[in-house]
């Protein structure tokens, strides 16, 4: 099964930058679908954006549109999130999810589609 591990949160100001990483392994083949969710404190999971791995295809949730990019680096295994004019809205931890290989869901924004969570990394923008 793929395991994988988020790094590159922190604090920054508000219109600041940061790019998270996601390190996948444990698997040959790669997932299908991989996604950035978010979690304030207080509130649910949401989707922030998801790629499918052999297409490249990404989605954006609406909030993030134009300011968050998602990319991969399959040579590494590795998923990035560029995240730019940040807001204090943008506050939470930030997840990591994968699904396997074989499964190719239609839907990205639904947490329960992905089998594969990092521990997360803490985002914190201050106005």
């Known amino acids: 099964q793929v395991q994988v591990v988020e790094s590159g949160g922190g604090s920054v100001q508000a219109g600041g930058s940061l790019r998270l990483s996601c390190a996948a392994s444990g698997n040959p083949y790669p997932p299908c679908l991989m996604a950035w969710f978010r979690q304030a404190t207080g509130k649910e999971r949401e989707g922030v954006a998801a790629v499918y791995t052999s297409t490249g295809k990404a989605y954006y949730a609406d909030s993030v549109k134009g300011r968050f990019t998602i990319s991969q680096d399959n040579a590494k295994n590795t998923l990035y999130l560029q995240m730019d004019s940040l807001k204090p809205e943008d506050t939470a931890k930030y997840y990591c999810?994968?699904?396997?290989?074989?499964?190719?869901?239609?839907?990205?924004?639904?947490?329960?589609?992905?089998?594969?969570w990092g521990q997360g990394t803490l985002v914190t923008v201050s106005s």
């Open positions: 999810a994968a699904t396997r290989p074989n499964l190719c869901p239609s839907s990205w924004v639904l947490p329960d589609v992905y089998d594969t």
